[in-house]
T-cell receptor, first 119, second 112 residues
Framework: DAGVIQSPRHEVTEMGQEVTLRCKPI?????LFWYRQTMMRGLELLIY????????DSGMPEDRFSAKMPNASFSTLKIQPSEPRDSAVYFC?????????????????FGPGTRLTVL | QKEVEQNSGPLSVPEGAIASLNCTYS??????FFWYRQYSGKSPELIMF????GDKEDGRFTAQLNKASQYVSLLIRDSQPSDSATYLC????????????FGTGTRLLVSP
């Protein structure tokens, strides 16, 4: 398997423009996560999906951010309009679900990330 | 108070020494604890997982958990320059949910 695939790897845009980040999870994984990483705030969970349904979007910073998962093999994170403070590395990760019992764990496999720069 | 706290470092150790990385967490409901390694410009990768009090060993790595003190640590024995990276501590609150909360990471530098 190719692992989690993200595109583009780098994006430079101007303030006010729309930005769309894309993710293809590992085949068969039923959880998909979008994270944002900055030096100041570290790795923050923005939203995650289970079986294509958004479960927790409490980390989405504001209405300018939206995420969709139209099918099991594709997700998008959109920022409209973009602002300089959105500059960060955005990671997508996927995993299997677990039974939920103590000791159960689900390794989240991360994609290579998209480095976004908003000028 | 941040939910997961780590010293940002850098932690500098000579090759062959033991590196000790520490993490504290605030939510007593946390059930599982993870250590991810992230090389500069790369994505995080899981290296250790622990959920029971005590030690868990995997090769040169040992994770230690003390739930009473809300403290988890990672020991790296015989440190190598290739261990130089940022180590992220993550906690999962409830075994029924998949959400991880990450610390900001500790940068480790191993000098030859």
């Amino acid at each position: 398997d190719a692992g989690v695939i993200q595109s583009p790897r780098h994006e430079v845009t101007e303030m006010g423009q729309e930005v769309t980040l894309r993710c293809k999870p590992i085949s068969g994984h039923d959880y998909l996560f979008w994270y944002r990483q900055t030096m100041m705030r570290g790795l923050e969970l923005l939203i995650y999906f289970n079986n294509n349904v958004p479960i927790d979007d409490s980390g989405m910073p504001e209405d300018r951010f939206s995420a969709k998962m139209p099918n099991a093999s594709f997700s998008t994170l959109k920022i409209q309009p973009s602002e300089p403070r959105d500059s960060a590395v955005y990671f997508c990760a996927s995993s299997f679900g677990t039974s939920g019992g103590e000791g159960s764990y689900n390794e989240q496999f991360f994609g290579p990330g998209t480095r976004l720069t908003v000028l | 108070q941040k939910e997961v706290e780590q010293n940002s470092g850098p932690l500098s150790v000579p090759e062959g020494a033991i590196a000790s990385l520490n993490c504290t967490y605030s939510d007593r409901g946390s059930q599982s604890f993870f250590w991810y390694r992230q090389y500069s410009g790369k994505s995080p990768e899981l290296i250790m997982f622990i959920y029971s009090n005590g030690d868990k060993e995997d090769g040169r790595f040992t994770a230690q958990l003390n739930k009473a003190s809300q403290y988890v640590s990672l020991l790296i024995r015989d440190s190598q320059p290739s261990d130089s990276a940022t180590y992220l501590c993550a906690v999962k609150r409830n075994t029924g949910f998949q959400k991880l909360v990450f610390g900001t990471g500790t940068r480790l530098l191993v000098s030859p």
